[in-house]
């Protein structure tokens, strides 16, 4: 575990020292931290519901592009500067190896969303009782949602991490990679597509094929789903730990996927 603990703790430090983490972090915490400019371009909503989406819907899209970019940078920097070879000629097996580059970026992940989140919520806070002189009522109501929002993101990109990590193990370019976890992510939108024609034409090949992929690709409109919209609801705590367990499930399946393709796989092409 030590090996694990140590590998995640080096791909996490490595990755907050990229140029490309830290012009996304930066951008992100200026749109989050002036937030309050985009009032402007609301339609209808109120000011405290247009931030707080705009803040979740900010998180979400940079979240995708270091869940992506990043990730992949992460794999494959070791792999062509072959000191992959150093790691595991040591006592690290390619499991301890796989799951501490996980760990790593689940770390970043986290870090990025609750660090970046809960800074804007402080702007919030300011904007609504410092500025525009409202009561806390609201922000106090509205902070175990918008906590558990910031949860259930970093779960929806540690799946799209998972999905990554595995076609980094499989891909043999950081551009391959790249490009499939795209599609992939394009396809994880549009997966409810697949699941309607499998209830719409169980036949096979074509009716069994769609329900495959939609087994095997993961729901967008799930991982995406608005707890700070049913907060309060009833049975919403029930759709919550169905969304986790959902989740979870993903993220341990492709995990496992990762490590037994990498445990067959050539580290380094020749």
């Not at 707080?52 to 270091?66: A, E, P, V, W």
């Not at 970043?108 to 806390?136: A, D, P």
């Not at 997966?191 to 992929?213: T, Y």
């Amino acid at each position: 575990m030590n090996k694990v603990i140590t590998i995640g703790r080096i791909t996490f430090l490595e990755a907050v020292r990229d140029r490309f983490f830290n012009f996304v972090f930066i951008l992100s915490f200026l749109m989050l931290a002036t937030g309050s400019f985009f009032l402007r371009f609301d339609f209808g909503s109120t000011d405290v519901d247009f931030l707080f989406s705009f803040s979740i819907g900010t998180l979400s899209f940079f979240g995708l592009l270091i869940s992506i970019i990043l990730v992949v940078h992460l794999w494959f920097s070791e792999i062509q500067n072959r000191t992959i070879l150093t790691i595991l000629a040591r006592p690290v097996s390619r499991l301890e190896y796989l799951l501490g580059k996980w760990m790593g970026c689940f770390f970043l992940v986290v870090s990025f969303t609750f660090l970046l989140g809960m800074i804007s919520f402080v702007s919030i806070v300011f904007w609504n009782f410092i500025v525009r002189g409202f009561g806390l009522d609201a922000l106090n109501f509205l902070f175990i949602p918008y906590m558990t929002q910031l949860l259930a993101l970093s779960l929806k990109l540690l799946v799209i991490t998972s999905i990554v990590l595995m076609v980094s193990v499989i891909g043999s370019s950081s551009l391959f990679s790249t490009l499939v976890s795209f599609v992939l992510l394009l396809i994880c939108m549009f997966q409810f597509v697949a699941r309607d024609s499998f209830l719409e034409m169980a036949f096979f090949p074509f009716g069994w094929f769609s329900g495959l992929v939609s087994i095997i690709i993961p729901s967008y409109q799930v991982l995406d789903y608005n707890f700070m919209r049913i907060f309060g609801e009833e049975n919403w705590n029930q759709k919550f730990l169905y969304f986790l367990g959902y989740s979870i499930l993903y993220i341990i399946g492709y995990l496992t996927a990762a490590l037994l393709i990498f445990r067959k796989k050539q580290v380094i092409q020749q």
